[in-house]
């Protein structure tokens, strides 16, 4: 198994089609797994088009070009701006993602992409499903995330690791 990381930070679906010709169909992989919602969130609900859209044009084209899809779900973002954050850009940063999550706009986005997904046939991994529970029964989410904002913890990365390969074998 070779794997192509294409992914690039702080980018968005709209992005990733923009990138799609260049870095991915070239390559001509059996598989993509595409995973956007995080940064795309970032536009609140009104960006929900443009995401839908440009999801819609990735599923069409790796399809076009014989390449199976595959979508992740990702992670929650903090749902509080954690107080040992220091004051300034970084503290508006988690402020604003826990914003996001708490008000419902990277559900709607994750809702989006997940009907998109059940529209084109377009498996689902859902790792943000699993976050959610976590969250549900307690679990701090917020310490499971790396930098206290956005991203997951080493060992949370095992957890999308291992669904992602639970979800390819059964396809």
């Known amino acids: 198994i070779t794997i192509l990381n294409a992914g690039v930070s702080g980018s968005n679906a709209v992005h990733g089609l923009e990138r799609l010709k260049r870095d991915v169909l070239p390559m001509r992989p059996d598989l993509a797994v595409v995973c956007f919602a995080l940064n795309d969130s970032a536009n609140g609900m009104e960006g929900i088009p443009a995401y839908r ?17 595959l979508f992740l779900t990702p992670n929650m973002m903090t749902t509080q701006a954690d107080c040992h954050i220091q004051p300034g850009a970084i503290r508006e940063a988690a402020a604003a993602c826990a914003d996001i999550q708490n008000t419902g706009v990277l559900d709607a986005y994750i ?58 074998l059964s396809l």
């Open 53 to 69: 859209s440009a999801l819609r044009e990735i599923f069409q084209a790796l399809r076009q070009n014989q390449i199976e899809a």
């Open 111 to 168: 809702d989006t992409a997940k009907s998109l997904c059940e529209e084109m046939s377009v498996p689902v991994c859902d790792c943000y499903k699993i976050w959610k529970g976590l969250n549900k029964m307690g679990a701090d989410t917020n310490a499971l995330l790396s930098n206290q904002i956005n991203h997951p913890t080493r060992e949370m990365n095992w957890l999308f690791a291992y669904e992602l390969s639970k979800t390819i």
